[in-house]
């Protein structure tokens, strides 16, 4: 069975001071390896609304279209 869209998981843990990086300019999309390997580049923004005191932590699902375009991007635990 086919899907019209991808499902990407990714573990993440990245401490705060490395995601300041996040609000230098100096970046705009974050290259992710997701738990099955697969190489995937996304735009800094849809890692900044999980960034919270701690950092970046947690296991996150991305859903894209057949395009690749971004349909969502949402932490599943911490």
Same mark, same amino acid.
């Given at each position: 069975?086919?899907?019209?869209?991808?499902?990407?998981f990714f573990s993440l843990n990245i *401490?705060?001071?490395?995601?300041q990086v996040f609000y230098t300019g100096q970046?705009?999309?974050?290259? !992710?390896? *997701?738990?099955?390997g697969c190489?995937?580049?996304i735009p800094i923004i849809n890692l900044r609304?999980? !960034?919270d005191s701690r950092g970046l932590k947690g296991r996150f699902r991305l859903l894209t279209n057949?395009?690749?375009k971004i349909i969502s991007?949402?932490?599943l635990s911490y």
């Open positions: 069975m086919t899907f019209p869209y991808n499902i990407y *401490s705060y001071l490395e995601c970046l705009q999309h974050a290259l !992710l390896i *997701s738990e099955d190489r995937v580049q609304k999980h !960034l057949t395009q690749n991007f949402e932490r």
